[in-house]
Structures are given as C-alpha cells and as structure tokens.
C-alpha cells in the first residue's frame, strides 16, 4: 500500500496508513471515559490524533515514540484537522522507509556547511577564532551539527535544519553587519555559529524528533554555554588562553538569544551584539514557521486555520 502522506489528508477520509506516533498521553473524558491523545507524522507534516474508548493496556503498548499501523477517520475540529482513531498497531521499524518519516532540508547539506566554515572563517579576533576552530575541528560534533534538527516542530524542524537555521543567519548578518559598524562583527558571527550548537545534544533524531533526557533536564541554551565553557578548557589546556571578557561577551549572546525570559531566555540582551543575534534569530524563525505552515496547510482556501505559535490566521494568496 502506498504511504498516504499527512499533508495529503483531507476532513472526512478513512485512515489505513503508519505514521510515528509521538509523545501520547492517557486521559479521561468529564465522564471518566480514558481515551488517548497524541501526535501523528511523518516527512510531510503531523495531526492531531484522538483514540476513545482506550484502555491502559492499549496506552502502555504504544511505542514513545515509533511506528504505528493507524485506522480510523480525519475529519476537522474547531478548524482543525484530526486523525480518530479506531484501532492501532505497532510496527516494527525495520519494516518502513525512514525517509517517509523524518522530514529533511530540500537544501545542499555540503554547500551549506561550507558557506558557514568560509563565513566564520572571517572572524579575526584570535581568540573567538580559536574558539570557532576548536569547535571546527570536532569531526563528530559538526556532523551532529550538519544532521541535527533545529526543532522538534516549531521551525527548521527537519533533518539538517540546524544547519539550515544557522547557514540563513549568517547571510543575514554578513548582509546587514556592514550597515552598523559600530557592532563587534566577530562577536556576531561566532555568536550565531554556537548560539544553537546544545541542540546537538539537546535533540534525538534517530526515529522521530524528540528531546534527549538531557535536553528535557537541561535545554539547549544551558548546553551551548557548557559546551563553549568545554572548549575554551580545552584551548587552554593547549596554551591558548580565553580571557573572562570574551566568554562573557560569547556567554551572553548564548544566554539572551530568546531574547525575552517567557521564551525561555535566561538573561535579556544587553549589548548590540546579542540584540543582533536574538533579532536574526527570531527573524528566521518566524519566517520559517508562517512559510511551513502556509505550504503545508490542507484545501485550497486563502486562508490557513489558526496558528497558536503565531498568535494569527495567515493569508494565503499570492500576487500573480
């Protein structure tokens, strides 16, 4: 049977399909009826699925997260598109093409990757160089980094999107950086390279997307700053010396890049250059978000359901 992909389905279709199954939750209805709730996805996008009537055996069978055999029924709620479903079975993966399942950068991986060592690659100040290179020079780390997503799905959420995410803020800041001399250029672009780099280890991705045990305790923002704290040890292990003003000033950015503390941002930007960083970065995510949820938003109407993350309904026609 031909995979029927999520961004294919249409209110009021019969479901006979796999998808992951991601992050379910056993609750009971007003009544003390259980029933279970969860994510349905695959490279093309994820629904809302609903499961009444469930039990706890059902419930505790389920993979967390992994593959699902789904029959049921997709219909819209409060203008939503949902997947009901009536029966589920577990899959085993090596069954499946993952390539149907973990979405990935339509984007070359290797020119992408190059394009950022050649803009980093500018940096002047030694020391935020030899940070930059130390962390360069980590084969392991940068595949990570190549791979990783930069998102569990609020935007670049994909295979490679992290590169994707950190190669667009680049250009960005190379493009507008000649427009304010004032602000540490260096600073800037060592400051986007590493700003994301915890994702890393924040993020699993080997079956679905979903957040490591220490990425759930810890968080990205936290790890970055470990992880440059890491490599500056390492540099001075082999005599090249990391002054507290330049830590500070790379900290910073990592700490304030959310840019508002109930966006998770442990400090609020306090220099030009971490008010730089926090604005690209935003910029590019939002972009990323409204584009996503435009193209992949089901039916023909001009107008897409309502986007909780953005606060809005986006409109979807273009000019001709």
């Known amino acids: 049977m031909a995979h029927k992909f999520i961004n294919q389905i249409e209110p009021g279709e019969t479901i006979d399909n796999v998808y992951i199954v991601r992050d379910p939750i056993l609750r ?8 279970i709730a969860m994510f349905l996805s695959d490279n093309s996008g994820q629904l809302n699925g609903r499961m009444w009537q469930a039990t706890e055996t059902i419930y505790k069978a389920l993979p967390k997260p992994g593959f699902v055999h789904i029959q049921g029924r997709s219909e819209l709620y409060q203008n939503n598109l949902q997947i009901i479903i009536n029966n589920v079975s577990v899959v085993d993966a090596s069954t499946v093409s993952i390539d149907d399942f973990l ?38 780390l940068m595949e990570k980094f190549r791979n990783a997503p930069a998102a569990i799905k609020m935007h670049h959420s994909y295979i490679g999107g992290l590169l994707e995410h950190t190669y667009n803020m680049l250009r960005v800041a190379v493009a507008i950086l000649p427009l304010y001399p004032e602000v540490q250029a260096d600073l800037v672009l060592a400051g986007i390279f590493l700003h994301d780099i915890g994702k890393t280890e924040e993020l699993s991705y080997d079956m679905a997307f979903s957040y490591t045990d220490s990425g759930q305790l810890i968080g990205h923002v936290v790890k970055s700053l470990l992880m440059i704290n890491q490599k500056a040890d390492a540099l001075r292990a082999k005599d090249t010396q990391i002054e507290q003003t330049v830590m500070d000033a790379l900290g910073h950015i990592i700490l304030s890049h959310h840019g508002q503390y109930e966006f998770g941002s442990p400090k609020l930007p306090a220099t030009a250059e971490a008010f730089m960083v926090y604005y690209i970065d935003d910029l590019d995510a939002k972009i990323s978000q409204v584009t996503a949820a435009i193209d992949k938003e089901p039916g023909d109407s001009n107008w897409t359901a309502w986007k909780n993350a953005l606060q809005t309904r986006l409109y979807r026609k273009r000019l001709e």
């Open 28 to 35: 009971s209805t007003a009544r003390g009826d259980l029933y």
């Open 103 to 140: 979405a990935r950068t339509d984007k070359d991986t290797k020119q992408m990757f190059e394009e950022v060592t050649k803009i980093v690659g500018r940096i002047k100040n030694p020391q935020l160089k030899a940070m930059v290179g130390e962390f360069m020079a980590d084969a392991e």
